[in-house]
């Protein structure tokens, strides 16, 4: 699913909202969910998951071409893990 298909699927579902209102909204929360994870700042939405910041750590890999040795250095990764809810449903369809 698209955000401007999630935008449609919302508008329809309430018919007394604008669809700029909504699609507003949407991009609202969006926004304030990568806020928060810039911040570190870890996002819980109950019912359906948790967003935050995993660090990986820095490793050494092979360049599969030459064979050299290529230092990979740490990063920071967004993670999602899915709550109770989402986790039940998917494993009952």
Avoid: C, W
């Avoid at 507003?24 to 990568?34: A, G, H, R, S, T």
């Amino acid at each position: 699913m698209t955000k401007s298909e999630l935008i449609d699927l919302i508008s329809e579902r309430f018919t007394n909202l604008n669809k700029k209102h909504i699609e507003y909204i949407v991009n609202e929360m969006f926004l304030q969910i990568k806020k928060a994870l810039i911040n570190n700042d870890k996002v819980e939405i109950r019912g359906f998951g948790t967003f935050n910041i995993r660090e990986t750590s820095e490793k050494i890999a092979r360049n599969p071409k030459s064979g050299e040795q290529i230092k990979i250095p740490s990063k920071k990764v967004p993670y999602f893990k899915p709550g109770k809810e989402i986790k039940k449903t998917l494993i009952d369809l």
